[in-house]
Each structure stands twice: as C-alpha cells, then as structure tokens.
C-alpha cells in the first residue's frame, strides 16, 4: 500500500505562485500515472492535471491550462503542481492521487484513482 503526502499549500494572494509536492512512500509509484485533483467548500472534488507514468504526457483542466504544469522525479517518488497566476477560484483542498493499476494511461477520473493523499489546503486571497 502507498501512502501519499502533500505539502507546500498556503495562503497566496491573487496572481501569486505555489508549488505543491506530493511524496510517496510505501511503494513506488513510478509505473503509475497520477492526477491532481481539488475540492472546494460544497462542491465535488474535480480533476485538475495529470500525468503519465512515465511522466512524458500531461493533461490539464481546462480551468487551469496554462497556468498549471505537473511533473513528477520518478527516482524520488515526487509529483509536483506547480501553481501561476493564482486566482481566488482556485481556493480547494488539493489531492494528489495514483492510479490504482500500474502502466495504466491518464485519467481524469477520480474512480480510476485508487490511492490518495490527505490533502493540502490552499486559500488564494483577492
């Protein structure tokens, strides 16, 4: 079993930077694609980017395109979002999550996700 730990959320103002990691340790998870996802006050959790397992594709949200890159260091089990231009409506919990089977493709769909993080706050002020 994996276990999955975020950092680097926070308070930003609007327009500012973060960058988030996601730790993994357990097991590897470096034939896994993984996602970002996040969830907001009543709403549902939703996709935000993803990334392949051999880290060579990616897939954004259309919210946060352009804005938003993952990555991941597959020899330290890290995946990262690193977050510009931060806008008040990107205030959620973010999740980092693996698939639940190896060498699978991209999803974007949180089923299709069998391993997750506890989340890490992050609050854009306006």
């Known amino acids: 079993q994996v276990q999955l730990v975020e950092s680097g959320g926070g308070l930003v103002q609007a327009g500012g930077s973060l960058r988030l990691s996601c730790a993994a340790s357990g097991r590897t998870v470096s034939k896994y694609a993984m996602g970002w996802f996040r969830q907001a006050p009543g709403k549902e959790r939703e996709f935000v980017a993803a990334i392949s397992w051999a880290g060579g594709s990616t897939n954004y949200a259309d919210s946060v395109k352009g804005r938003f890159t993952v990555s991941r260091d597959n020899a330290k089990d890290t995946l990262y979002l690193e977050m510009n231009s931060l806008e008040p409506e990107d205030t959620a919990v973010y999740y980092c999550?693996?698939?639940?089977?190896?060498?699978?493709?991209?999803?974007?769909?949180?089923?299709?996700?069998?391993?997750w993080g506890q989340g890490t706050q992050v609050t854009v002020s306006s």
């Open positions: 999550a693996a698939r639940s089977e190896a060498f699978r493709g991209m999803s974007y769909e949180v089923k299709d996700f069998g391993s």
